[in-house]
């Protein structure tokens, strides 16, 4: 089993930035891969970025490139989620997931086999 557990949430202004931390523990994370997804205010969850262990390969989704960053730190097994130029829209709870023995990152939410608690991020306008 591997647990994951989130921080880092909180409370910040429009054109802020804030910085998610998630940490893997129960096994270490090697041939997987991490991602960050949300689910705003009376919204389906969605996915946000996913970072491959292996090689680092990133993907994101569309409404927030340029603005976040995804990134890990093998000898902490912990994955981040850098975000910069937040929105209102932004705001949500961030969910950190594993997807144990995948190479390729995806942005599908039924690929991964554990998930986080979740952390609340608020953006004020």
């Known amino acids: 089993q591997v647990q994951l557990v989130e921080s880092g949430g909180g409370l910040v202004q429009a054109g802020g930035s804030l910085q998610l931390s998630c940490a893997a523990s129960?096994?270490?994370?090697?041939?997987?891969?991490m991602a960050w997804f949300r689910r705003a205010p009376g919204k389906e969850r969605e996915f946000v970025a996913a970072i491959s262990w292996i090689g680092g390969s990133t993907v994101y989704a569309d409404s927030v490139k340029g603005r976040f960053t995804i990134s890990r730190d093998n000898a902490k097994n912990t994955v981040y989620l850098q975000m910069n130029s937040l929105k209102p829209e932004d705001t949500a709870d961030y969910y950190c997931?594993?997807?144990?023995?995948?190479?390729?990152?995806?942005?599908?939410?039924?690929?991964?086999?554990?998930w986080g608690q979740g952390t609340q991020v608020t953006v004020s306008s």
């Open positions: 129960g096994r270490t994370i090697v041939r997987d891969v």
């Open positions: 997931a594993a997807d144990i023995n995948r190479i390729r990152p995806s942005p599908l939410g039924i690929d991964y086999d554990y």
